[in-house]
């Protein structure tokens, strides 16, 4: 095992990462920006570095001064979190350069799969099936074939896009020439790269994920996730396993577990899904790194996912067959946001002044939140995930309301995401499962 990590990232992530890392009897290294000097996994941590000031270009994606804090501080691993350089090939290639390994999948893997378009021909190589659609479009009259063929409505979207952004749906052929010109030029500024291709646009999917592991020889799955639950594409509310009949679950996780196999995958990595209504799925991309909602995961199958990551990194092989693999009760995970949902969700900072997690059987909190802590206004408003656990969905759903009852998280002008959970929870159609990616704008507009 590595003796000693250096996390580049912040907020929940770096001390979910720090915990186990812990565990492990691995020395934590916190590379943090000036903002974050007083968050809670740099005071947790074994040593700290500030590489840069609060701006992410200059910190958190600041590639050189991370290798020199890893360099400076002895650390011979790094583990990248999610979002920031998690995805990030060249990085992990840079890491390789300098004698320090990359907790996560080979920068092949991320070759292969981080562009969501070359993971569309991957999957099709695989058999698993994908969203019928293009491969990066050449130009406007290829677009306009490709949608004749397909049928309206159709989704753009930049092969380098990510975290919900760089997608826009498509009614008819008068919008398509504008829309193909606008989402090349946004995908330019926004990921650096043009590339622009299109997919059928699914009617009331649900979006599901089943959770990999790979030692660079075998793959196995942890089972699925359900994160229908979103908000401009991006994830609100998870749960596992979901509530998807028995033969389609089996189907998905298999094919994920091809996929992953095809390119020799080495790390935890999630494969995403959209289901429709009849139980077709269609692979959408893969994830190469940890995910914000793989709690769940752990909670039903009683594994630790940093864990594992740290373990096949260190060159361990896989020490479970896929029959061990446990899919016990029900979790669900919300991510609390300093957001004012009824502001559209737009992002509210402050200090806490009061903070209480909920505790008793079932529950888990991840959070970088204490009492006095200033809620920087430069990153991603996730600010906890309150997990639980029990025997069956029902019974999560009220552990989870449960949970929320007992929650405080107080500061002046400060408001979250913790209102619109409870309503979620409430909602008859959430009771009983029938939850899409449209689940918000349809049963909840109210
Ligand atoms: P990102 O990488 O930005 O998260 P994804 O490709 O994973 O983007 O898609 C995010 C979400 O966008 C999906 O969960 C779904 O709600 C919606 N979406 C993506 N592709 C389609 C599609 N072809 N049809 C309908 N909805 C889609």
């Known amino acids: 095992m590595f003796k000693k990590v250096l996390?580049?990232?912040?907020?929940?992530?770096?001390?979910?990462?720090?915990?186990?890392?812990?565990?492990?009897?691995?020395?934590?290294?916190?590379?943090?920006?000036?903002?974050?000097?007083?968050?809670?996994?740099?005071?947790?941590?074994?040593?700290?570095l500030c590489i840069?000031?609060?701006?992410?270009?200059?910190?958190?994606?600041n590639i050189p001064n991370l290798l020199s804090a890893a360099v400076v501080s002895g650390a011979d691993a790094i583990h990248p979190g999610y979002g920031f350089l998690a995805e990030n090939a060249q990085f992990a290639e840079m890491c390789r350069d300098y004698g320090i390994i990359?907790?996560?999948?080979?920068?092949?893997?991320?070759?292969?799969?981080?562009?969501?378009?070359?993971?569309?021909?991957?999957?099709?190589?695989?058999?698993?099936?994908?969203?019928?659609?293009?491969?990066?479009?050449?130009?406007?009259?290829?677009?306009?074939?490709?949608?004749?063929?397909?049928?309206?409505?159709?989704?753009?979207?930049?092969?380098?896009?990510?975290?919900?952004?760089?997608?826009?749906?498509?009614?008819?052929?008068?919008?398509?020439?504008?829309?193909?010109?606008?989402?090349?030029?946004?995908?330019?500024?926004?990921?650096?790269?043009?590339?622009?291709?299109?997919?059928?646009?699914?009617?009331?999917?649900?979006?599901?994920?089943?959770q990999v592991?790979?030692?660079?020889?075998?793959?196995?799955?942890?089972?699925?996730?359900?994160?229908?639950?979103?908000?401009?594409?991006?994830?609100?509310?998870?749960?596992?396993?979901?509530?998807?009949?028995k033969a389609v679950r089996t189907a998905i996780t298999e094919s994920a577990v091809r996929l992953a196999s095809h390119v020799g995958y080495k790390s935890a990595g999630t494969l995403e899904y959209l289901v429709d209504r009849e139980g077709n799925f269609y692979f959408i991309e893969m994830n190469t790194r940890i995910q914000v909602e793989h709690p769940?995961?752990?909670?039903?199958?009683?594994?630790?996912l940093v864990a594992e990551q740290f373990r096949i990194a260190a060159g361990e092989k896989l020490a479970y067959p896929q029959d061990q693999i446990p899919c016990r009760g029900h979790a669900i995970e919300v991510r609390i946001n300093a957001e004012d949902p009824s502001?559209?969700?737009?992002?509210?900072?402050?200090?806490?002044?009061?903070?209480?997690?909920p505790g008793g059987p079932g529950v888990r909190v991840d959070s970088h939140l204490y009492t006095g802590y200033s809620i920087p206004p430069n990153y991603d408003s996730l600010v906890a995930k309150v997990i639980v656990h029990a025997s069956d969905r029902d019974k999560a759903i009220h552990r989870m309301q449960r949970a929320l009852f007992e929650t405080a998280l107080e500061g002046p002008g400060l408001k979250t995401t913790i209102p619109f959970h409870r309503k979620v929870l409430e909602n008859a159609f959430f009771r009983?499962?029938?939850?899409?990616?449209?689940?918000?704008?349809?049963r909840m507009s109210e």
């Open 432 to 442: 009983r499962g029938a939850v899409y990616t449209n689940f918000i704008a349809r």
């Open 102 to 210: 990359f907790i996560g999948p080979t920068p092949d893997n991320m070759r292969a799969l981080g562009d969501k378009a070359n993971a569309r021909k991957v999957a099709r190589e695989a058999g698993v099936p994908i969203v019928p659609g293009t491969d990066a479009l050449v130009d406007v009259d290829e677009a306009k074939q490709a949608a004749a063929e397909i049928g309206y409505p159709v989704i753009l979207k930049a092969s380098a896009g990510g975290g919900g952004r760089g997608m826009r749906v498509v009614h008819n052929d008068a919008d398509l020439e504008r829309n193909v010109l606008q989402a090349k030029e946004e995908a330019k500024a926004a990921f650096g790269n043009p590339e622009v291709y299109l997919e059928k646009y699914i009617e009331e999917p649900k979006h599901i994920e089943v």
């Open 52 to 61: 840069g000031p609060a701006s992410s270009a200059q910190s958190y994606l």
């Open 296 to 304: 769940v995961t752990e909670m039903i199958t009683g594994l630790d």
């Open 213 to 245: 592991l790979g030692d660079g020889e075998r793959v196995i799955h942890l089972w699925e996730r359900d994160c229908s639950i979103q908000r401009r594409h991006q994830k609100l509310l998870e749960e596992a396993p979901s509530t998807l009949p």
């Open 343 to 357: 502001k559209d969700f737009r992002p509210s900072i402050g200090k806490i002044e009061t903070l209480h997690f």
């Open 7 to 48: 996390i580049a990232n912040r907020g929940e992530i770096a001390l979910r990462i720090l915990r186990t890392a812990k565990e492990l009897g691995v020395k934590v290294v916190v590379a943090h920006s000036d903002v974050d000097a007083k968050s809670l996994p740099v005071l947790l941590a074994d040593e700290a």
